[in-house]
């Protein structure tokens, strides 16, 4: 199957391939633990265009975040599940906006004449890498949270596209035709040593890193349709995940690393169409449908929640009103004012 004319299919905006389609390292890697598994953004033309959807993992109550008559797509969630960068074309062309996670304060992080695609953020929160066509070619950038110091990392006259962070923010996956067909690479966060891993002759790409680093999840057409695969890291041990009648793409991992959440949609006349949001389970069953409606939804991906830490509590101090207290046998009572502060919980027992 030619990767350019699926990829136009797969497009929000029925665009071409090159409208699909950093920074270095920290000193101390950050390892991205495992979260508890959160919402499922994705996007849906439901209301008759596409715009940014929450969902709960089982697809019950879908909430919709975005507001406008613009085309808004792509949603991809922070590490710590607060906010998510998504694509919207409502100021011309496509460029990476931000927003909280109830769909507030939303922000435009890119201004060129180019579109942006792709956001994905780094494990730390600080980064997010792109793919963007500024060059006439599509290439992953990296730029600050905020959208300052965007650097091109791939700088080759192939396509290179939907990157993807390692969880230790060490590398970036992502896609590219330098080989003829699209494979999937992988690079050091500062785009160096970029190596196939991959390496066949289908198309594959997608490429989703599992939470603790073991394994890539990617989309592969070795079979004559898109289906979800496995491989691990280094690109041993390829197997295929799920299949079915329709086109399979995009996965995603759940954040406690049992889940797969992926679009699949059905190929007519040339297009796929009717895309629906579909989890599985890291072994491959319990393939489950959760939008099953007859809009096109789209781009999903799993909000990883964080567990809030319980403050320490302040030690506990009992103080005296003042240094000595002086009165008289055969006084009667005497009042001695004693203040607690810090852990004020519990009995406290004071000897004088």
């Given at each position: 199957?030619?990767?350019?004319?699926?990829?136009?299919?797969?497009?929000?905006?029925?665009?071409?391939?090159?409208?699909?389609?950093?920074?270095?390292?920290?000193?101390?890697?950050?390892?991205?633990?495992?979260?508890?598994?959160?919402?499922?953004?994705?996007?849906?033309?439901?209301?008759?265009?596409?715009?940014?959807?929450?969902?709960?993992?089982?697809?019950?109550?879908?909430?919709?975040?975005?507001?406008?008559?613009?085309?808004?797509?792509?949603?991809?969630?922070?590490?710590?599940?607060?906010?998510?960068?998504?694509?919207?074309?409502?100021?011309?062309?496509?460029?990476i906006y931000v927003m909280n996670a109830d769909g507030s304060n939303q922000t435009r992080l890119t201004s060129n004449s180019a579109g942006e695609f792709d956001p994905t953020w780094s494990p730390d929160g600080s980064k997010l890498a792109f793919t963007s066509d500024r060059d006439s070619n599509e290439e992953i950038y990296v730029m600050s949270a905020t959208g300052g110091g965007q650097t091109n990392l791939t700088q080759n006259e192939a396509n290179d596209a939907f990157p993807a962070w390692s969880p230790d923010g060490a590398k970036l996956a992502f896609t590219?035709?330098?080989?003829?067909?699209?494979?999937?690479?992988?690079?050091?966060?500062?785009?160096?040593?970029?190596?196939?891993?991959?390496?066949?002759?289908?198309?594959?790409?997608?490429?989703?890193?599992?939470?603790?680093?073991?394994?890539?999840?990617?989309?592969?057409?070795?079979?004559?349709?898109?289906?979800?695969?496995?491989?691990?890291?280094?690109?041993?041990?390829?197997?295929?995940?799920?299949?079915?009648?329709?086109?399979?793409?995009?996965?995603?991992?759940?954040?406690?690393?049992?889940?797969?959440?992926?679009?699949?949609?059905?190929?007519?006349?040339?297009?796929?169409?009717?895309?629906?949001?579909?989890?599985?389970?890291?072994?491959?069953?319990?393939?489950?449908?959760?939008?099953?409606?007859?809009?096109?939804?789209?781009?999903?991906?799993?909000?990883?929640?964080?567990?809030?830490?319980?403050?320490?509590?302040?030690?506990?101090?009992?103080?005296?009103?003042?240094?000595?207290?002086?009165?008289?046998?055969?006084?009667?009572?005497?009042?001695?004012?004693?203040?607690?502060?810090?852990?004020?919980?519990?009995?406290?027992?004071?000897?004088?």
């Amino acid at each position: 199957m030619n990767w350019a004319f699926v990829l136009t299919t797969l497009s929000v905006v029925a665009v071409s391939l090159s409208a699909l389609i950093a920074a270095a390292p920290p000193a101390t890697p950050f390892v991205q633990l495992a979260g508890s598994n959160g919402k499922i953004a994705f996007a849906s033309d439901r209301d008759g265009n596409y715009e940014i959807y929450v969902t709960n993992a089982d697809g019950t109550n879908p909430i919709r975040l975005t507001m406008n008559q613009a085309e808004d797509f792509d949603p991809a969630w922070s590490p710590d599940g607060t906010k998510l960068a998504f694509i919207s074309d409502r100021d011309g062309n496509q460029e990476i906006y931000v927003m909280n996670a109830d769909g507030s304060n939303q922000t435009r992080l890119t201004s060129n004449s180019a579109g942006e695609f792709d956001p994905t953020w780094s494990p730390d929160g600080s980064k997010l890498a792109f793919t963007s066509d500024r060059d006439s070619n599509e290439e992953i950038y990296v730029m600050s949270a905020t959208g300052g110091g965007q650097t091109n990392l791939t700088q080759n006259e192939a396509n290179d596209a939907f990157p993807a962070w390692s969880p230790d923010g060490a590398k970036l996956a992502f896609t590219s035709d330098r080989d003829i067909d699209f494979e999937i690479y992988l690079m050091g966060a500062d785009g160096g040593n970029q190596t196939n891993v991959s390496r066949n002759d289908a198309d594959d790409a997608f490429p989703a890193w599992s939470p603790d680093g073991a394994q890539l999840a990617f989309a592969s057409d070795r079979n004559g349709r898109y289906e979800i695969y496995l491989m691990n890291a280094d690109g041993g041990n390829q197997m295929r995940l799920s299949g079915s009648s329709r086109e399979e793409t995009v996965p995603a991992w759940s954040p406690d690393g049992t889940k797969l959440v992926f679009m699949a949609g059905d190929l007519v006349g040339g297009q796929i169409i009717n895309n629906d949001i579909f989890v599985i389970s890291a072994a491959g069953s319990g393939r489950t449908n959760i939008t099953n409606n007859s809009a096109d939804d789209i781009y999903p991906d799993w909000q990883r929640l964080t567990a809030t830490p319980t403050p320490t509590p302040m030690p506990a101090s009992v103080q005296f009103g003042q240094a000595t207290y002086s009165f008289s046998e055969g006084a009667g009572s005497a009042l001695i004012t004693v203040t607690r502060t810090g852990d004020t919980s519990g009995a406290a027992t004071v000897n004088y």
